[in-house]
């Protein structure tokens, strides 16, 4: 739980670095779509955002980790809570004002993991079936097509869509990790779990850039928390045995369901607020957008 809580921590206070280091850095001359492909070098020189890449490394690490040990809907839920992490850490960082509400979210997220520590139990023993390794890669195909068909559709329902479709992405990679026990090479080469992660992983981050680029940052976070704590906590019970310690199971529901809503509660902080007095880039038409230059997972 240390381990999932940690990353947790890493995955939001990096979200904040990298949003002040992109923000610190000269737009340049970009296209019309406010685009410039030689931002993410300038970016890289700034200190605080390759601390953000250490960070997202250390938190991908402790991620894993976490999923060797803990049931997936536990991992699942510290997960999420990085948004409250994001919050809390934008306040000194970017003098940024939360709300009472907001506090309130961040208060909630934490007694919900608290009550998610003390409820889980270990691991499932269930090592999952062939078919479930199918199952798991056809998903992560089918979150390409899903992406595909997302795209087509209005900008905030298309936001939610792509945000839920990077969300099942993300739990694919939850799921998947479960579905490698053997690290040998032949065992990996021959494990189509090993195929859905990385699949999952890299439709995930193309979904969620694509949502952010151009749609609601609270619709896209909120379609994304739900995708990757739901899906894969129902996989995770259903075909992996997780379960909470003997008589425990409802407070380890209201723990996962506290977690989950309060994150919910924060999805604005999918992208770190915009800097006060820093320009916002302008969309394809030229216009500012309204969240500002984007922070978190898909600033370049």
Do not use: K
């Amino acid at each position: 739980m240390f381990c999932a809580l940690g990353s947790a921590v890493c995955f939001g206070t990096a979200s904040v670095l990298q949003a002040v280091a992109a923000r610190a850095t000269a737009p340049g001359t970009g296209s019309g779509s406010g685009v410039d492909p030689r931002l993410l070098l300038r970016v890289l020189r700034e200190w605080r955002y390759l601390l953000g890449l250490a960070l997202d490394g250390c938190g991908f690490l402790l991620e894993l980790v976490a999923l060797r040990s803990l049931p997936i809907y536990a991992v699942g839920a510290a997960l999420a809570a990085s948004l409250a992490v994001t919050a809390v850490v934008a306040v000194p960082l970017l003098h940024v004002r939360l709300s009472r509400a907001e506090w309130t979210a961040v208060v909630v997220v934490c007694g919900g993991l608290a009550l998610l520590g003390l409820a889980s139990g270990a691991e499932g023993t269930g090592a999952g079936s062939t078919g479930l390794r199918l199952g798991v890669l056809a998903v992560a195909l089918a979150i390409l097509v899903w992406g595909a068909f997302a795209g087509r559709l209005p900008d905030r329902a298309r936001a939610a869509a792509l945000g839920l479709g990077a969300g099942f992405g993300f739990g694919v990679v939850e799921v998947a990790v479960r579905l490698v026990p053997d690290l040998a090479p032949t065992s990996l080469v021959s494990n189509p779990a090993t195929y859905a992660l990385l699949v999952g992983g890299g439709a995930a981050f193309l979904l969620l850039t694509s949502a952010l680029q151009r749609g609601s940052v609270t619709a896209a976070t909120a379609g994304m928390v739900i995708g990757e704590t739901l899906g894969p906590a129902l996989v995770g019970v259903v075909w992996l045995g997780d379960r909470t310690r003997a008589g425990l199971a409802p407070l380890g529901f209201a723990g996962f369901a506290l977690a989950v809503l309060g994150a919910l509660a924060l999805a604005r902080f999918g992208e770190a607020p915009e800097v006060p007095g820093a320009a916002a880039p302008a969309d394809v038409a030229g216009e500012p957008t309204a969240s500002g230059l984007r922070g978190g997972r898909e600033h370049p």
